[in-house]
């Protein structure tokens, strides 16, 4: 048993999860510049980043961070608005289909590089903003010690369940589980995920045999997913209520994250009952940890949603 730290902020941001939208495990090569480029003082916490360019540099995007948004357009332009004040704000509304104002400020820019569907983006600052109206910005940002029970043999266990390994041949539904994951491969599904290098992983289901890379990844802390143009991380109280489902080969994850299941070794079906008997397991594990959902029902309604 070991103790994580959550708050609501980051379990909403984790749930509107996008390419290139991160939370918790931003890459370290834009973390470590995020302060600079965005203005962000050392007393702030960078909760989540939405990377705006096309090559994943970080120059460009908006940040969340436990006192407000930060963010750096395109043309060198920084802003910020404060949580206390993003509470007020009656109408998020978004012009020339890239621009989204605040009332009638103009703030951030969505566009350019970034493939984020700025109605999503729209959808996540309405339901924080509900969210700051229902309770306070104390609430959104506070955080929680929770005990987890999720360990290692647990997951290791379930995964085992749905292994077909032979030592002598390659395995042949693709899932690798703890010592079966070669040592040479284990690094390159490190750096490919972008992984600290300490990273437990427990399992790793590879989806796309002549990359051997793309895949899935079974964590300590959470789950991966990882392919060209899809770069997904949940931990595993968020993922325990997370919607999952197939559509033909491909799995649908949390909001309309397509994930190709074609050239997986492994069946879409039994892939998809792997994830929901360890999503059932993380439920059993956090059923005592309130989320969002349970704390507030948020409205994904298109709530004071304009486009010009």
């Known amino acids: ?19 290139k939208f991160f939370i918790e495990e931003i ?31 970080g120059k460009v995007g908006v940040c969340f ?32 289909n890239i621009e989204v104002h605040f009332d009638n400020r103009k703030a951030c820019l969505i566009g350019g590089g970034n493939t984020y569907p700025i109605s999503l983006f729209i959808e996540l600052l309405t339901s924080i903003r509900d969210f700051l109206n229902e309770y306070s910005y104390e609430l959104l940002v506070k955080p929680h010690n929770v005990s987890s029970s999720v360990t290692y043999n647990d997951l290791m266990n379930i995964s085992t369940l749905f292994e077909k390994y032979e030592e002598a041949f390659e395995p042949n539904n693709g899932l690798l589980v703890d010592q079966h994951i070669p040592s040479d491969l284990k690094k390159k599904i490190i750096k490919y995920f972008n992984l600290q290098a300490n990273k ?19 964590g300590e802390d959470g789950i991966y997913f990882r392919e060209t143009f899809v770069s997904l991380y949940y931990p595993w109280y968020v993922f325990r209520t997370l ?25 879409g079906t039994e892939i998809l009952l792997f994830l929901k008997k360890i999503q059932e397991y993380a439920n059993s594990v956090y059923k005592s940890v309130p989320t969002v959902i349970d704390l507030y029902s948020v409205n994904t309604k298109t709530k004071n949603y304009v486009i010009y």
């Open 1 to 19: 048993m070991h103790d994580i730290k959550f708050n609501y902020l980051t379990d909403l941001c984790s749930r509107y999860q996008q390419d």
């Open 27 to 57: 890459p370290l090569s834009v973390l470590s510049k995020l302060n600079k480029r965005f203005n962000i003082s050392s007393e702030e916490e960078v909760i989540a980043f939405l990377d705006c360019t096309i090559f994943g540099s």
């Open 65 to 96: 961070t436990d006192k407000g948004l930060r963010w750096n357009n395109l043309s060198g332009e920084l802003g910020n608005i404060e949580w206390t004040e993003f509470g007020k704000v009656n109408q998020i509304t978004v012009q020339n």
């Open 200 to 218: 437990e992983i427990v399992a790793f289901l590879c989806t796309f045999p002549l990359k051997k890379t793309d895949g899935i990844i079974i």
């Open 243 to 267: 919607p999952l489902y197939l559509s033909e080969d491909e799995l649908i994850i949390g909001k309309d994250n397509i994930f190709h299941l074609t050239h997986a070794k492994m069946e």
